[in-house]
């Protein structure tokens, strides 16, 4: 570039520059412009790049950052919380200077590390405390894999009135009342020693009068499931129904019942083109239902593949697998029979389940049937032929049969006619465990729309075995939990429930030792979120449902149903309906709890659990009712003296703490005098003084000076006269805590009752008294005060406030 075109350049910048409101006009010449340029060059290359942008951004804003630098080297760091160096020691002043600088720097430090452990130790308890009642409220929601809440809410609900209770609104509807009833009558039955009913057939009998066929279907499944062997009570109920399989010969007589019942209904519509007759069979019933089955279907394609002969007219396919659906071999065995040859092999199975029911099916027939399905069955065009095959040859398990299995109920039992005992040696056999995966993990509740359609699912769940995730289930539903709690009690009492190892399980558990996919079930947390809807209103109701979980243990192995009533009489505090109430002669009278009263309950061993509870809380005045129902006088008084002990002193008003715990000890003096008491003769001395004290203070508070003098003469607690000091003093020693406590006060009413009779004396005419004898009377006074005085000097113990001040100010006032 030459000097013509820069020239051109600078002249425009020139004329753009002057154009321009936006920048001020400078003008420099250029031995400026290069003084500057070195100034500028300069103060980069000593302070640096860094500062110098430190420079020019504080500069922007008026900070002169060179004179701030300065102001801060200057400053000194020995006003800082930093440990002082040491001096010669021979700067006395500059020493003890340092010294207590150190000592003041080393007391901020401790209090200073203190405050931040006790800050951090009190955060960590508070995290602590916040997450043991999430963990408990997560513990009462987690129900295994759907992961949905139960919703245990307390909304408003028809009430109607119990009559067993303390009267008020009853919590509980009809139905659960109806059940709760049930409960009762059982629970006395039990109590009274006599044969023990089934629980599921007096249920599903107070189901009847509820009118809803669906709350009938479930009651009806659990009759059939519960009709097995007993469960020894020593067994697991888990272990026993996966190894013996008894609930799926169960299941399947209840489908096929179910079906016959199915079966019936529709002929009954339909008797005209029915056309049944001859004599009443099962085998009659079918060939009538196959008959208005086909009749309803006309030509559908879906009917066109049937093979093979017919029976009486009828198609033989489907003749023997409805015969098979109603659980009648011996009439698919006819019909089989009458087609003739060519089913050999399917008849000598019949036969032999027939002849030999419950026995295990012959391997060698089950394998000839499936070799001749995979030959020639498995492309069959009859659906009925095929399904005949899979069901009594157990042959492909993968096969839906969808044109024949059009509800769950048909589904169902075909898969529970596949199924053989574990262990066997055919890879097709369809497992128990396999047939409960299926259900509860591979379909789940999504597939049968269980959310709509609950109690069909639970039907499912039970049919399978799975009673545990089945109760579970239902109960989260408000519609039907009432029922579920109610078929885990009776299950309960059938031993066949799968309880947890540990109660602070959630309420459906996996156990890693258990088959899968069966759950465990913690029936005493599903009933105790039950009842925790009404215990409160119906104690007697909470107390029979209670009563259930006498046989369990808590973490700390006491008895699940004591610890559970020991929570109800805290929650409601309607003890004397509870317990009953201490009469005048020492004789309780009888509450709700006796009705259960044995061997393993004990009345007084609940109440002696309850006060132990309301003494942790601090709650003397209930604990000591408690202890008193307990028999455990020793407790009784000695917590009653607490009391007595904080507020004797205190002027006596109506409903105040004072009154009600001073009733109390008269209570008990009255009961326990003369009579026997199992406490300890401090204890019981300790009481007495404090009763007498509070006799004391009654009298002083109500102006009644000579009863309350004459009680001091009587307990000699403190010195009315110089001579009776030592003794005092003496007996001081001895005195309880309890009695210690009221001591200062007891000396400042005495010095108060002593400088009030001072006061009148004085006050009265002295025509009243000669000299001699009005002398004597000050004198007997002064000396009470001194008495009084001596001993508040004397005694060992701290006495409280100006408790001593003001008995010499008093004492000074009197001469």
């Known amino acids: 570039m030459d000097f013509n075109a820069l020239l051109q350049q600078a002249q425009k910048l020139t004329h753009e520059t002057q154009v321009s409101d936006d920048l001020p006009r400078v003008e420099r010449t250029l031995p400026q412009v290069l003084q500057a340029t070195q100034e500028l060059h300069s103060r980069v290359t000593q302070t640096g790049a860094q500062d110098m942008q430190a420079h020019i951004l504080l500069g922007s804003n008026g900070i002169d950052l060179p004179k701030i630098s300065q102001k801060l080297e200057t400053l000194s760091s020995r006003k800082t919380f930093e440990p002082l160096d040491p001096i010669a020691t021979t700067d006395v002043q500059n020493f003890l200077r340092n010294e207590k600088e150190n000592a003041i720097l080393a007391v901020i430090e401790e209090v200073h590390k203190n405050s931040n452990i006790a800050a951090e130790t009190q955060k960590w308890d508070h995290m602590m405390n916040d997450w043991k009642l999430e963990k408990i409220k997560l513990m009462n929601a987690l129900i295994g894999p759907s992961q949905n809440w139960i919703d245990i809410r307390k909304v408003p609900e028809q009430t109607i009135l119990n009559e067993t209770t303390f009267g008020g609104r009853s919590s509980l509807n009809s139905q659960e009342m109806a059940y709760a009833s049930e409960v009762h009558d059982y629970n006395k039955l039990i109590c009274e020693g006599t044969m023990r009913p089934s629980l599921v057939q007096r249920f599903a009998q107070v189901a009847e009068s509820f009118n809803d066929s669906r709350i009938n279907d479930i009651w009806e499944v ?13 067994q697991d109920p888990l272990k026993i129904r996966c190894s013996q399989h008894l609930f799926i010969e169960q299941a399947k007589r209840y489908l096929e019942n179910r079906y016959k019942l199915f079966m019936q209904t529709v002929i009954s519509e339909q008797l005209r083109e029915a056309r049944r007759g001859g004599v009443p069979s099962v085998l009659n019933l079918v060939g009538s239902f196959v008959m208005l089955k086909l009749n309803s279907q006309g030509l559908n394609s879906s009917f066109m593949g ?24 011996a009439s698919a065995l006819k019909c089989l029979e009458k087609a003739g040859h060519g089913h050999e092999d399917l008849v000598a199975a019949l036969q032999e389940k027939c002849h030999n029911p419950g026995q295990k099916s012959n391997p060698r027939l089950e394998l000839q049937i499936r070799m001749q399905y995979k030959r020639q069955i498995r492309n069959a065009t009859d659906p009925y032929k095929r399904a005949v095959y899979c069901i009594i040859g157990c042959c492909d398990i993968q096969e839906p049969h969808a044109d ?5 109920d048909d589904f169902l039992w075909i898969q529970l006619s596949l199924i053989r005992i574990e262990g066997d040696d055919s890879s097709e056999h369809l497992t128990c465990s396999g047939l409960q995966s299926m259900i509860l993990e591979q379909y789940g509740e999504k597939h049968y729309n269980a959310n709509e359609q609950p109690h069909l699912y639970f039907q499912l769940l039970a049919l399978t075995g799975q009673y545990e995730a089945g109760i579970e289930f239902l109960s989260r539903f408000e519609k039907y939990r009432a029922h579920a709690v109610h078929i885990g009690l009776a299950l309960n009492e059938l031993h066949m429930i799968g309880g947890p190892r540990n109660l602070q399980e959630p309420l459906l558990s996996v156990d890693c030792a258990d088959p899968q996919p069966m759950r465990r079930l913690n029936l005493a947390r599903l009933l105790m979120l039950y009842v925790k809807k009404f215990e409160v209103t119906d104690p007697s109701e909470a107390l029979h449902y209670f009563y259930f979980l006498r046989n369990l243990k808590d973490s700390d192995g ?27 002669d020492g004789i309780r009278t009888r509450g709700l709890i006796d009705q259960f009263e044995n061997v393993q309950i ?15 809380k601090g709650m003397f005045e209930d604990a000591i009712r408690m202890f008193d129902l307990a028999s455990q006088h020793e407790q009784a008084l000695r917590y009653t003296s607490i009391l007595l002990s904080q507020v004797v002193h205190h002027a006596k008003k109506e409903g105040s703490l004072r009154e009600r715990v001073q009733q109390m000890a008269n209570d008990f003096t009255e009961r326990y005098v003369g009579g026997e008491k199992n406490c300890d003769s401090q204890t019981w001395s300790t009481f007495s ?80 008294f000669d000299d001699h004898s009005k002398k004597d009377h000050f004198s007997y006074l002064r000396e009470q005060a001194k008495a009084l005085t001596n001993m508040a000097a004397m005694v060992p113990y701290r006495m409280p406030g100006d408790t001593n001040s003001r008995l010499i100010q008093t004492e000074i006032l009197m001469h």
């Open 222 to 234: 659990m009759k059939y499931m519960t009709n097995v062997t007993p469960i020894p009570r020593t």
């Open 689 to 768: 003084i404090l009763k007498e004290l509070a006799a004391f203070f009654d009298f002083y508070h109500s102006k009644n000076h000579q009863p309350a003098m004459e009680i001091l003469e009587r307990i000699k607690l403190v010195p009315l006269r110089l001579s009776d000091l030592d003794a005092s003093i003496h007996n001081f020693k001895r005195l309880s805590g309890e009695v210690c406590k009221v001591i200062p006060d007891l000396l400042l009413a005495t010095m108060d009752i002593v400088f009030t009779k001072y006061k009148a004396l004085k006050g009265k005419d002295v025509a009243q």
């Open 306 to 329: 049937l093979q093979d002969a017919q029976v009486d007219g009828k198609p033989l396919w489907p003749m023997v697998y409805y015969c098979l659906r109603c659980g009648d071999s």
């Open 404 to 408: 024949i299995a059009k509800t769950t």
């Open 602 to 616: 004990d009345t007084r061993t609940i109440c002696e659990m309850v006060a132990e509870r309301f003494v942790k």
């Open 558 to 584: 006491r008895n699940l149903f004591l610890v559970s009533v020991a929570d109800l009489a805290i929650e409601c505090r309607d003890f004397d309906l509870l317990f009953g109430r201490m009469q005048r």
